[in-house]
């Protein structure tokens, strides 16, 4: 009979079977996916707590790329919008302006229509003309005071597409007046600044005077006399730096000194009708640089336009400015000053009307760019915005996951500690 085994020693011919335990293997799996669960919790969190569903690239690329531009034409639009309003608070200015002078051309009817009648004196009729004198003064101050963030509105110093400050007269091409071929000199050689266009005003129609006032309000008068048939004259105005050829191109006709004052006239209206004196503004009414995007509202210059010029240099019965005395000085006098003011009325009435098409057209401008922001926004908040809904449900399984996940791994520890109880018997 074999001896006993002393404890600690394995007896002869007996096989021992030891089992290998791996405490750590349930650890690492239930970290590696607790992890994954936190990692889908914070991004879940980042999208509730920001409210996009697109917080950088990674989150959706393309999503992003149409989300940026479809945030630029919104911003754009809602930038024009309050750009188109800008425009009409500055139309509804001069437009405001323009009524007091139409108050002011009614007034100034009523008084020539007053002056026709004959049971009025010269005397009557000067303090008529007076009265005439200071409201077409007014009229030019109000043309030169409105002004909308320190612009003239009326004067034609607006730039814009159309035109920009007040255009001198142009080329030295010639221009044909009755029997007169008028040739004027280059813009270049204008005297600065180069604004309103030298005008020409008769004075003293007896004398055959003719003043020429420059762009910077200097004056110079000369003397012009006839001009015999195909004969020609230069009217030097040295002190403007202006030289004016006239070349009367009839076969047996003499031009007369009050009929060259007269042609000269004639000549700057039609250039001031040809050319204009015209101011523009172009509002930004879109998101982008097309040609749809932008909106020109013409502001002529209205000055010259809506009241009677300041003087008329002709022989054939138009209304003259000289002094109070000579405006409505008879019948015929009166009668072609009512003529003259309603056609200032009509001009009014066209100036009125365009900016009152203007002023529609903006607002129906400002209704379109509000539909696009919203329909712009809705479909740029389907893009980017979070779903809350969703977020809610991933946020409630991550928490499921993430507390389940915390108790795996707190168990796959106690296991560790089971294995280690063994060894210490």
């Known amino acids: 009979m074999a001896p006993a085994a002393r404890p600690g020693e394995q007896q002869r011919g007996e096989q021992v079977t030891c089992r290998r335990s791996s405490p750590t293997s349930p650890r690492i799996n239930g970290n590696r996916n607790l992890g994954i669960t936190n990692a889908k919790m914070g991004k879940v969190l980042e999208k509730l707590s920001s409210g996009y569903r697109i917080n950088r690239a990674a989150d959706d690329a393309a999503g992003l790329g149409i989300s940026e531009k ?28 323009m009524d007091e002078i139409h108050s002011i051309l009614q007034r100034m009817r009523e008084l020539g229509v007053q002056a026709a009648n004959d049971t009025n004196d010269t005397a009557a009729r000067t303090s008529i003309g007076t009265e005439l004198i200071q409201l077409r003064q007014e009229i030019d101050r109000i043309a030169n005071a409105t002004n ?28 044909s007046v009755g029997q007169l071929l008028i040739s004027w000199p280059p813009r270049s050689t204008y005297p600065a600044p180069p604004s309103p266009a030298p005008t020409p005003s008769p004075t003293s129609p007896g004398t055959g005077q003719l003043t020429l006032t420059g762009p910077n309000g200097q004056a110079q008068t000369i003397t012009v006399s006839a001009i015999a048939a195909n004969g020609s004259q230069t009217l030097n105005f040295t002190q403007l730096g202006i030289s004016i050829t006239l070349n009367n191109t009839a076969s047996s006709n003499t031009v007369t000194a009050d009929n060259i004052g007269a042609a000269l006239h004639r000549r700057r209206e039609r250039h001031h009708r040809r ?5 523009a503004a172009t509002l930004q009414v879109g998101a982008n640089t097309t040609a749809y995007d932008v909106m020109t509202v013409s502001l002529r210059r209205r000055a010259r336009h809506l009241r009677p010029p300041a003087s008329t240099w002709s022989p054939s019965g138009g209304v003259d400015w000289t002094s109070a005395a000579t405006i409505v000085a ?15 009325i009509t001009t009014l009435n066209t100036r009125r009307s365009d900016l009152g098409a203007a002023q529609n057209r903006l607002e129906h401008t400002v209704n379109s760019l509000g539909v696009a922001v919203e329909n712009l926004t809705a479909s740029e908040s389907r893009i980017r915005d979070a779903d809350i809904a969703e977020l809610s449900s991933q946020l409630a399984s991550s928490t499921i996951l993430q507390q389940a996940g915390t108790a795996v791994l707190a168990q796959a520890n106690q296991s560790a500690q089971s294995v280690l109880s063994l060894l210490r018997g």
């Open 70 to 97: 479809m945030r630029a034409q919104i911003r754009g639009n809602t930038q024009a919008i309050r750009n188109a309003k800008d425009g009409i608070s500055m139309i509804q200015t001069a437009e405001g302006a």
């Open 148 to 175: 909308f963030n320190g612009q003239n509105l009326l004067t034609g110093a607006l730039t814009g597409t159309l035109g920009g400050a007040a255009r001198s007269l142009t080329s030295s091409s010639a221009t």
């Open 275 to 279: 050319h204009g004196h015209f101011g």
């Open 330 to 344: 008879s019948n015929a006098a009166a009668q072609a000053f009512i003529n003259q003011i309603d056609a200032a």
